[in-house]
């Protein structure tokens, strides 16, 4: 069974930064693509970004491109979202989420989500 543990989530000042981390058990962490989604208060589940097995193909929501990046780490079995220059409006909760071959920006299409971590952005 496939787990997904986020940690890093905290509160931030507009303008500041904050790294989230997605540790993912199991051995066949290298096969999956991965994203991350958020959800804030009252607002439906949103694509973040989301990256390829291979590490070599990205994509990104309009509203965090040029923000945030997108990495992993095959050998920890671990997913990464750098946040830079984070705004009031990226208050959510952030879930990291794991499908087969392919990238989507569809909740839907992911087989495996972690808890989610809170992150706060104050103005």
């Known amino acids: 069974q496939v787990q997904l543990n986020e940690s890093g989530g905290d509160l931030v000042q507009a303008g500041g930064s904050l790294r989230l981390s997605c540790v993912v058990s199991?051995?066949?962490?290298?096969?999956?693509?991965v994203a991350w989604f958020r959800q804030a208060p009252g607002k439906e589940r949103e694509f973040v970004a989301t990256l390829s097995w291979s590490g070599t193909l990205t994509h990104y929501a309009d509203s965090v491109k040029g923000r945030f990046t997108i990495s992993r780490d095959n050998a920890k079995n671990s997913l990464y979202l750098q946040m830079n220059s984070m705004k009031p409006e990226d208050t959510a909760i952030y879930y990291c989420?794991?499908?087969?071959?392919?990238?989507?920006?569809?909740?839907?299409?992911?087989?495996?989500w972690g808890q989610g971590t809170q992150v706060t952005v104050s103005a």
């Open positions: 989420a794991a499908k087969g071959v392919g990238l989507s920006v569809r909740p839907g299409e992911y087989d495996y």
């Open positions: 199991g051995d066949l962490f290298r096969r999956y693509s």
